[in-house]
């Protein structure tokens, strides 16, 4: 199981991974109810390589996003949440409206984002490709979501 930490803490781990030839990925997202869709994003993410981190945003850059006023979940149940997964190697959160800064930080060899992207509509793609990294698309279509979950329990879907 992951372990949720700061970027302090996982720089150093991350950069013994990499001495040990180790491929490191990155995904990231908000979480919040999680569902069918975000545990084959997570499994597709992990079977890029070794370590699979993954940004969570944190509540307020939920906030900031504008797709809802707050998050369902706080960020430290969704930490725990998904830190709890077997594909998920270690947590760490952000409140950035995007990964740069964990993306330069780190430097994962791979930045793993969900169907609704294409390599070249990655936000933070450029970023990956500066240093090396490459973007990949993983999971299955997006068919499935957190906005049509919270619809459909309102009854408006």
Do not use: W
Request: include cysteine.
């Amino acid at each position: 199981m992951g372990r949720y930490l700061t970027i302090e803490e996982l720089k150093p781990i991350v950069a013994k991974e990499r001495q040990k030839g180790k491929t490191v990925v990155f995904g990231n997202g908000l979480f919040d109810l999680i569902h069918v869709g975000h545990i084959r994003y997570l499994k597709a993410a992990k079977d890029l390589g070794d370590i699979l981190i993954v940004g969570l945003n944190d509540d307020v850059s939920v906030a900031a996003q504008g797709k809802r006023g707050a998050a369902i979940t706080p960020l430290s149940e969704r930490a725990e949440i998904i830190a709890s997964i077997c594909h998920v190697d270690y947590v760490v959160s952000f409140g950035e409206p995007t990964v740069e800064r964990l993306l330069l930080e780190l430097k994962p060899h791979i930045h793993a984002k969900g169907t609704d992207y294409t390599p070249e509509t990655v936000p933070e793609g450029h970023v990956v490709r500066s240093y090396g990294g490459r973007v990949a698309i993983v999971g299955d279509p997006k068919e499935h979501s957190t906005t049509n979950i919270i619809k459909a329990i309102k009854g408006t879907e």
